[in-house]
């Protein structure tokens, strides 16, 4: 799982709740997002304790995060950010810029969002989310058909569109009750779901 920081640019807000039993703080970041740092679910010290935590499926997820920023869902994954376990969903807006948002996996209220000024590899990703955003716009499988699609295989962990210059497939992880992680491909005009051989390691699902 990938780790992320968040520049804090502006003063913290402190909001009591109920009789001063919890806080939530609540931080302007640099790019004028809004971020509450505590998710309702804890990290744990492996992926399949986290998959089991996260009563929010990944499909879910993706449609909270939507219903924030609409647009498209490029990919979804389930992320440690400060001890908290949190959906870390891509979505290129109706702006053709990426926004990431992120979504608590126990309840889908939105804990974090922030827009991404630049590619990996340090120049503007505009040109490339325009060009995801064109493929993706109209295929017969959105990230969260392909994140439904790969559910019965296990608890789907993430969902990205495999973007090698051309989109065609989405590349799925999911974890089974066992703990065994596999990889898949979900096809982008039919939905179905085949092994990524070259990601998995040895091992069988329940």
């Known amino acids: 799982m ?33 971020r509450a740092k505590q998710s309702s679910v804890r990290v ?5 304790t986290e998959a089991k935590r996260a009563k929010v499926t990944a499909a879910d997820a993706i449609t909270a995060a939507l219903r924030h920023t ?13 001890g908290n376990l949190v959906w870390d969903v891509d979505v290129i807006g109706q702006d053709n810029k990426w926004h990431h948002i992120d979504v608590d996996p126990g309840t889908t209220k939105i804990l974090n969002s922030y827009v991404e000024h630049e590619d990996n590899d340090g120049d503007d990703g505009d040109d490339n989310a ?5 493929t993706l716009k109209d295929a017969p499988t959105s990230a969260e058909d392909a994140a439904k699609a790969a559910a019965a295989k296990g608890t789907v962990t993430s969902v990205e569109a495999d973007d090698d210059g ?14 065994t992680e596999r ?6 005009d039919t939905a179905t779901v085949t092994p990524d051989h070259a990601s998995d390691d040895d091992g069988e699902d329940d």
């Open 183 to 188: 990889n898949w491909h979900v096809n982008l």
């Open 70 to 82: 609409p647009g498209i869902a490029t990919g979804a994954e389930l992320d440690s950010d400060d």
């Open 130 to 134: 325009a060009r995801v955003a064109a």
């Open 166 to 179: 051309t989109v065609k497939t989405w590349e799925v992880e999911t974890t089974s009750k066992n703990g």
């Open 44 to 48: 744990a010290d492996d992926d399949a």
């Open 2 to 34: 990938k780790r992320r920081t968040t520049v804090i640019a502006a003063t913290a807000a402190v909001a009591l709740l109920g009789a001063g039993a919890a806080t939530t703080v609540a931080v302007a970041d640099d790019d004028g997002s809004t």
